[in-house]
Nanobody
């Protein structure tokens, strides 16, 4: 199965930027899309963004639209999350996840925003945004 390793987390001041990376290895051909989720202390895991490996279609949570950008480098089997205008409420452990789901365009957002859609998860990387 595909293995995922996140990197790039760290401490940044509010208003700053940070780029996370998720490197995929193993049976990557079985994965159709990659997503980013985050979990803050005392809160439930929440959807951040997802990108399709094949056509690059992207999907974002309302809370990060206009601030975060998800992208992928197919040759490197790597997905990125460029985070800008960071806020203290963005502080969380960020996880990347892989799914084999292939929803239609109309169904994609509803499908990809659910954690249960993903069958493989990375170990997470901590992002801390100071006030």
């Amino acid at each position: 199965q595909v293995q995922l390793v996140e990197s790039g987390g760290g401490l940044v001041q509010a208003g700053g930027s940070l780029r996370l990376s998720c490197a995929a290895s193993g049976r990557t051909f079985s994965s159709s899309a990659m997503g980013w989720f985050r979990q803050a202390p005392g809160k439930e895991r929440e959807f951040v963004a997802t990108i399709s490996w094949s056509d690059g279609s992207t999907y974002y949570a309302d809370s990060v639209k206009g601030r975060f950008t998800i992208s992928r480098d197919n040759a490197k089997n790597t997905v990125y999350l460029q985070m800008s205008s960071l806020k203290p409420e963005d502080t969380a452990v960020y996880y990347c996840a892989a799914t084999r789901a292939r929803p239609t365009a109309a169904q994609a957002m509803g499908v990809f925003r659910q954690g249960l859609t993903y069958n493989r998860w990375g170990q997470g990387t901590q992002v801390t945004v100071s006030s």
